[in-house]
């Protein structure tokens, strides 16, 4: 069955830097679009960005220049890195996967403060 299992998140000052990792299993991964996803409390789920097999990526307006996701197609994990922290980069961040179905992480908690 399909699995996304991301990990990396915790808390980091502002300005600070953070990688996440999503690993996925289950599905034919060199050839899957994914998406990264964040919550913040009492707010939607909203898109930070995306990679397409062909390691095009899009982004967010508010990350863009700031955040990278990247994808290493032997591990089978997608990455996002995470640059120039701000306090409202605090969420949940979740990794999502279309396979079908719509498939997602379990989400990692990335706080940002000091």
């Known amino acids: 069955q399909v699995q996304l299992v991301e990990s990396g998140g915790g808390l980091v000052q502002p300005g600070g830097s953070l990688r996440l990792s999503c690993a996925g299993s289950?599905?034919?991964?060199?050839?899957?679009?994914m998406a990264w996803y964040r919550q913040a409390p009492g707010k939607q789920r909203e898109l930070v960005g995306a990679i397409t097999s062909g390691g095009i990526t899009n982004y967010a307006d508010g990350v863009k220049g700031r955040f990278t996701i990247s994808r290493d197609n032997v591990k089978n994990t997608v990455y996002l890195q995470m640059n120039s922290l701000k306090p409202e980069d605090t969420a949940v961040y979740f990794c999502h996967l279309t396979w079908g179905s719509d498939y997602w992480g379990q989400g990692t908690q990335v706080t940002v403060s000091s």
């Open positions: 289950g599905f034919v991964f060199r050839v899957a679009a």
